[in-house]
């Protein structure tokens, strides 16, 4: 026999069990997200390579070693998402309606980076994106946060943490990089081998450095919002206000950089102590400038993603109760009568808004009543000869042992109040 085939490493089945706990996230953010006037675009999974170069940086860790990237047949050089930002913006660009004009878009879906596997980042992941153009001011950055927190209080998490920090504006960071490299330069002797890598190239991301060895020399840098400009710091200011108006908690920390070179002025993250090395759960800010360095006439943007793989397991770690979706009843059929009858009798209830799973294959009664009781179904409506025959049902409550028979008329109702009292699971 030939070994079975195993999937690729760091991509991960979302088994059954998970994937009611994920519609549970994805549900729940629709509702929030609709709540605020966001509306859904769907993207492609590949890009052009060069949308990603251009956007995230040429510099960054992701387009120099993460990115998936292939030639086609054409040869032309594509790429899986390692974002949505850029797939977005592009999306406005192409199609035309970012230009003077105000968007509230979300979308869902994989993302793909070729990182070291480890719990809570994988080479296929998930993330909810939104992104909102044309509104400069810093009620726009405060309204996204505290849609965030929005959607932490309808999942019932606690426990996150809000990091917030200004990047000001190209020219402002640029003139911080520059004494920024002089302070490393006095310090290389310190540096680890991947802030020596980055000092020339992207010198912001070591302060974003998790080796313990390198935190007393990070702490001593130049602060970044010592050289924010007059605008940038006003922002930054007003941002704070609302959230404080709006009894949302914030931490200011100036070493929070982001590993994405559109980022500028706002750039938050919320953060959890209970996933390890992988703390962050959403993260986002401010990229004023992406739409015109990607082809576009200059528009305000803001945004964030939402990784859901972190965002999942959190709630499972905290026990939430999210609904389940097991059928309301499980139709156990004995005989061939049955049968013929019990597959319109399914239809009919499904017709009335009831969630039903119907026998199929045959099999015996304590067959039949195993299968019910693994479809998660409190209830099994039990159609035999006799039921046939005066056109009833036997219901057998599959956790007390219980049975009544009724009127099949009369079922309809029965099940709706049954599952009206949360009877069912």
Known sequence: MSKAIQAVRGMNDLLPDVCERWQHVEATAREVLHAYG???????????????ARSIGSLTDIV???????????G?????RPEGTAGCVRAGIENGFLHNQIQRLWYAGPMFRHERPQKGRYRQFHQIGVEAFGIESPDLDAEIIMMCARLWRALGLDGLTLQLNSLGTLECRMAYRSELVRYFESQRGKLDEDSLRRLDKNPLRILDSKNPAMQDVIAAAPSLMEHLDDASRAHFTKLGDYLRQAGIAITINPRLVRGL???TRTVFEWTT?????????????RYDGLVEQLGGKPAPAAGFAVGMERLVELMALQGDKHPGTHPDAFVVLLGEAAEKQGLALAERLRNAGLRIECNCGGGGLKAQLKRADRSGARLALLLGDDEVRNASVTIKDLRDGTQRSIAQSELIDLLHKETSRGITP
Not at 273 to 285: E, F, N, T
Request: hydrophobic share 30%; proline share 2%; aromatic share 12%.
């Open 38 to 52: 966001y509306r859904e675009i769907r993207l492609p999974v590949i890009e052009k390579s060069e949308l990603f």
């Open 76 to 80: 032309e050089n594509l790429t899986l």
């Open 273 to 285: 102590d209970r996933l390890g090395a992988q703390s962050a759960v959403c993260a986002g800010g």
């Open 64 to 74: 120099e070693k993460e990115m998936y990237s292939f030639e086609d047949r054409s």
């Open 261 to 263: 070179d559109y980022y």
